[in-house]
């Protein structure tokens, strides 16, 4: 009677599973007319993942992905071009590859969602269908948030947040400076795109004035008291770049609350500092599109069931990448491809009226801060509370005490390795 009772119950689970599918999943006549749209905005490493993703899983769906760059330049590595390590034709890739996958590859910008008509407008005023719709849209600069800065200002204090000619601007800005100079990089507050990259950056500028402006000085002005692998940092600060740089800290009056483009100023709560190269990385949101479609709340960031990628607050849309309320998830590269290929299996399976799997998350960061010398983060995620967490015990994380650089020099040679795959994956 017991084992009765038991497979009754799961019999009732299952049920209740499928009823959510079916609640998710868009009315069967519409497939049986033709197969089913799924249009991705956004050509990023989550966007383009995604849109790959769903072509393998099911090569009858029509997938349209949307992006009105035909060239995508990576974030992830472009550190190493600002101090002059590294080229940024390295950093830039094609959709070629995602087309010749069956993906139709439209180079036009969306701009407009209507979620009861089911269509994105494009920028020359036409318009596509979709059954469902996935926004992969990154992130947008706050340009309003701190009071001085604005797009104009980012041509003189670049921010070289969105990899391409603002990481060109801050690398002439570097390469011009004379000896002696001092770079200000002012950080916001979290959520931000890459957390730790901040600090890599302020590294590998360290890593070039060592070289050829040795008198020069780098200011961190931050506007939060800790950061993610922080000993890691300072410890390597110490190592290689003693008395170069220096940080202050939220609590110590770090904060930049405006900015002076005219002499190149950043004010903070108690005091002001000149800098001969100020670059300001201002706060950011979800990338405009997803306030357009209504999937941005009043933080700016998207809220979705992390089962299902979808938007908590428009149906038949779901969101990935950087965009997100993601919890304990960060804003990475990585993330954001490993949310691709886990909502293309998503969307799939509601299209076909079935169960989707909980997905599982892998996120990985790896920081440099001088040639052959990395460390780095990885974990993986799983829905919790309505939100990611961090499995516990999942993923590696550098250690801070080391007995010698042949680790870090082993990590320096898996962040090469690591960026080739995960763009080789995502555009060919």
Known sequence: MGLLRLMATRRNVVRGFAAAAASLALPCPS????????????????GAS?????????????????????????????????AGLRDIKGQQFGYDKIAADG??????????????ARTVGLADGTSLPY???????????????????DETSATKMPHAWMAGEQTLLLRRQLEAMEDGGLVVLAVPATPYRCPPAPYERASL?????????????????????????????????????????????LSQGGRVVSVETATNTLVTDFGNYDAQVANVIPPQK??????????????????????????????????????????????SASAAQAEGKACAGVVAS????TVPATPTLESICYNTV??????????????????????????????????????MQEEAVRAQSWFKTITVETFG
């Open 205 to 249: 500028i360290a890593h070039y004035l060592k070289a050829k402006k040795p008198r020069s000085k780098i200011l961190i002005l931050d506007a939060k008291d800790g950061f993610s692998q922080q000993r890691l940092f300072e410890n390597a600060w110490k190592e290689f770049y003693p008395g170069m740089i220096e940080r202050i800290a």
């Open 103 to 116: 993906v139709t590859v439209i180079a036009q910008a969306a701009t407009k969602v209507d979620p009861q």
């Open 131 to 149: 059954d469902r719709l996935v926004l992969a849209p990154g992130i947008d600069l706050r340009f309003d948030a701190l009071p001085g800065y």
């Open 286 to 331: 979800a990338g405009r599109i997803a306030a357009l479609a209504g999937t941005a709340d009043k933080t700016g960031w998207c809220p979705i069931d992390p089962e299902t990628f979808a938007s908590k607050l428009v149906p038949n849309i779901h969101v990935i990448g950087d965009a997100v309320l993601g919890g304990a998830i960060p804003k």
């Open 31 to 46: 497939y049986a007319r033709s197969a089913a749209r799924v249009v991705v905005i956004g050509g990023g490493f989550g």
């Open 350 to 353: 509601l299209i076909a009226g």
């Open 50 to 82: 995604c849109a790959r993703a769903l072509r393998k899983v099911d090569s009858k769906l029509q997938v349209t992905l949307v992006e009105p760059n035909r060239i995508f330049t990576a974030c992830p590595f472009s550190n190493e071009v600002i």
């Open 370 to 407: 001088m040639p052959g010398y990395a460390f780095s983060l990885s974990a993986n995620y799983r829905s919790r509370d309505d939100s990611f967490a961090e499995l516990v015990g999942s993923g590696f994380r550098s250690p801070v005490n080391h007995l010698s650089g042949l680790r």
